[in-house]
């Protein structure tokens, strides 16, 4: 509901309320029933409130299709944030990112580099598995969005790294390809954004393996600098 609806539906409970007041005022008791308003619910403090709030989400049609929510899982403080596209069967299954055959190659690709799965965060820009697999449609990404922008405030991470072209191109809201994307550091809104290919097409695609080793070794070097300067 937008905020404004709100605040109307609120002052729509404090008139009936009043008014219901007045009645028992009046000696009309059995009019009274109690109006409860609700609080605006406060921002969520914790990633854990977060999901919370949104793992029940149908705002979408894919909300209805779902096996599970797959809200992301990882280390809340970590410095690296990791970006993937949806779920896919696996993932819908099992609640969790990046858990089927790309997953586990994911986490190869992350011990190459000295990283434990644990140690970052893995989210994706749409939470609910579209069916068949297929391409997120622009107005699931613009629904689902907001959530991932909530959870990258409250993991504050130092860098994000996009797999794939879906992730890349709507966080940096471009259309350019991913071979033209990848390589280097953007900036995104301070914090430093690098895309890769997605473990997906690692597996289709032999080609695209140097890249990425290249992109992971770039991806380490600059995580061992913001270590170094945090003390
Ligand atoms: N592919 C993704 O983009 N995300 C997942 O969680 C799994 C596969
Ligand atoms: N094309 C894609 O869709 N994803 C990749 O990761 C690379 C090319």
């Known amino acids: 509901m937008a905020g404004d609806e709100y605040e109307r539906m609120l002052q729509a409970f404090a008139v009936a309320k009043s008014f219901l007041k007045q009645q028992v005022e009046l000696g009309f008791d059995e009019v009274y029933a109690q109006v409860k308003t609700r609080k605006k619910s406060p921002a969520p403090k914790s990633l854990d409130d977060f999901c919370d709030k949104i793992k029940n989400c149908t705002k979408c049609d894919l909300g209805y299709s779902r096996t599970n929510f797959v809200f992301g899982t990882g280390d809340p403080g970590a410095n690296l944030m990791l970006i993937g596209e949806a779920p896919g069967r696996e993932e819908d299954l099992q609640g969790e990112p990046f858990v089927g055959a790309a997953g586990k190659l994911l986490e190869r690709m992350l011990e190459a580099i000295q990283f434990k799965r644990e140690e970052v965060y893995i989210a994706n ?33 130092k860098i994000i790294l996009a797999l794939g072209r879906v992730s890349a191109q709507v966080l940096l809201e471009t259309k350019s390809a991913l071979g033209q994307l990848r390589g280097r550091f953007h900036d995104c809104n301070g914090i430093k954004f690098l895309v890769t290919y997605h473990p997906a097409a ?3 695609y032999q080609q695209y393996k140097r890249p990425t080793w290249e992109d992971l070794q770039l991806l380490r070097k600059e995580y061992d600098k913001i270590e170094v300067s945090a003390g």
């Open 202 to 204: 690692l597996l289709r």
């Open 125 to 157: 820009i749409l939470k609910c598995r579209p069916p068949e697999n297929r391409d997120p449609r622009p107005d699931e990404i613009e629904t689902c969005k907001p959530y991932l922008f909530q959870q990258i405030k409250l993991i504050q991470p």
